[in-house]
């Protein structure tokens, strides 16, 4: 769709607002509304001039801040009723970031979108046109989430702090026999113990009928107390990131819409598995699928996805900090929890970092690889243009990953890790950030310096903040020492 077709859209559809969505470089949603009236085809030729840069955390400073907002109008889409309680006809469209100078009117170089737009350019350095992408979503919804005192003094508790969680699927909750959900038991039960299905089922609905995003599945995850699994259905790098935006956001507004908190914070429960967000991938020159090979009687991997997996191996230390950008992202990988803290692939082997699904053989459709290692807190547009860069750099270089690892890595010895050559993730966002100083090389030319000095530079005060804040735990277990 052009311009021109999305003013008779609006038109033919009584668009009363458009919401124009881009997302700050930690992937948060930001909007800004334009009734339709004010909205021509030289809105999406020469942007709109309403960005002030310097309020948005990582963007830009007080005396270079002005930016212009260029709609995507492929990206138009009406928005729900629950977005507006149903007063009215809303509309969303997804814009990029420019410069905003008299002199310059180019790509702003932190625009997560741009960046993902850019990466997905470099394919064709390897003779290849398109990658397909297939994210699993995974988020908890409870009744309430309560900090105490107050949110600002959970981060800033000179006198202390706490938090308690409520959901009606939780062992600790009262009265609550049919639908209580011990940790660690919640895959895939039926109602009544399943009180969210109706909700899932909703979204999914909403995704499909406003967004066109095809949802191949959804279901109960393994943790208590409300944690959903949506599986969107794959498509190309630029509109999986698209879509995976859409339907957090909407995640987030039925719940709010529903009196309850929808949360994708990776780990909310202590001892109970986390939420991830493994990431579907498969690479292709036109209609063939370049990771394929039937010939190949191990995984039927062609030797470019060897590469292309062993690139992603070489740096998934490096990518943590995009893969994994939060502190409590390093809650969430550790060993026993089915998070993959291993750096290894392997066959159907939810154990390794990069598993090849075995569902189907001789499929070439289906043929991809899944990374295990991202959570839902990542930018997506940032994740999938590190990702791709990584499995480029492993073609470029010829990078071969070795054999797959058929053993469950989480029981294998030391001893054995270092025989099969099997690394480990960093346990802490800082040690994340340490390896992403000292291998940036792979992204060079895609995320610039500036973006990566100023993203890290934020995510190393986001830990030392957390570093030095007493938590309860340690208050218990220290105070009497």
Excluded at 286 to 303: E, F, H, I, K
């Amino acid at each position: 769709m052009d311009a021109q077709g999305v003013l008779e859209a609006m038109q033919e559809k009584n668009v009363t607002f458009v919401d124009f969505w881009f997302v700050d470089i930690f992937g948060e949603l930001r909007r800004m509304g334009m009734p339709s009236y004010a909205i021509s085809e030289g809105s999406f030729r020469h942007g709109l001039e309403k960005l002030d840069a310097s309020s948005i955390v990582g963007f830009k400073s007080v005396n270079r801040s002005d930016m212009l907002l260029k709609p995507d109008p492929e990206t138009f889409r009406i928005l729900p009723p629950e977005y507006d309680n149903g007063k009215r006809t809303n509309a969303r469209i997804i814009c990029d970031l420019y410069e905003g100078n008299a002199s310059s009117e180019s790509r702003y170089d932190r625009d997560s979108r741009g960046i993902a737009k850019k990466a997905s350019e470099r394919i064709a350095e390897a003779g290849l046109t398109h990658t397909n992408w297939g994210p699993e979503i995974e988020f908890f919804v409870f009744d309430s989430i309560t900090v105490y005192p107050s949110p600002y003094a959970a981060t800033h508790s000179h006198g202390g702090s706490g938090y308690s969680i409520e959901s009606k699927e939780s062992p600790w909750a009262k009265g609550n026999i049919s639908t209580a959900i011990d940790i660690r038991e919640g895959y895939y039960p039926a109602q009544p113990k399943d009180t969210l299905e109706t909700f899932r089922k909703d979204i999914c609905d909403d995704l499909y009928r406003y967004f066109g995003i095809r949802i191949e599945a959804e279901h109960h995850e393994v943790a208590t107390s409300g944690q959903c699994e949506i599986n969107l259905v794959y498509d190309e790098m630029m509109a999986m990131a698209d879509n995976v935006v859409a339907a957090k956001n909407v995640v987030k507004v039925k719940a709010k819409r529903r009196n309850k908190v929808a949360t994708f914070m990776p780990k909310p429960i202590y001892g109970d598995n986390a939420s991830a967000m493994h990431t579907h991938q498969s690479i292709w020159a036109g209609d063939t699928n370049v990771m394929y090979d039937p010939d190949d009687r191990v995984a039927q991997l062609s030797q470019t996805g060897r590469y292309y997996v062993g690139g992603i191996l070489d740096h998934a230390k490096a990518l943590c900090p995009i893969s994994n950008p939060t502190t409590n992202s390093y809650k969430r990988l550790v060993p026993g929890f089915e998070a993959p803290v291993n750096v290894c692939w392997g066959m159907g082997n939810r154990s390794a970092a990069i598993r090849v699904p075995m569902y189907y053989r001789d499929q070439q459709k289906s043929k991809r690889i899944e990374y295990r290692v991202p959570d839902p807190t990542a930018n997506v547009y940032l994740l999938e243009a590190a990702l791709l860069l990584a499995g480029l750099d492993g073609i470029k270089k010829k990078l071969d990953p070795g054999s797959p690892v058929k053993e469950n890595v989480y029981k294998l010895t030391p001893e054995k890790k270092r025989e099969y050559g099997i690394g480990t993730l960093p346990v802490s966002l800082k040690g994340a950030l340490d390896s992403l100083s000292s291998d940036a090389g792979f992204l060079a030319g895609v995320f610039t310096d500036g973006f990566l000095d100023t993203y890290a530079g934020l995510k190393h005060k986001e830990y030392v903040a957390f570093a030095q804040t007493p938590t309860a735990w340690e208050v218990s277990m220290y105070a009497d020492a």
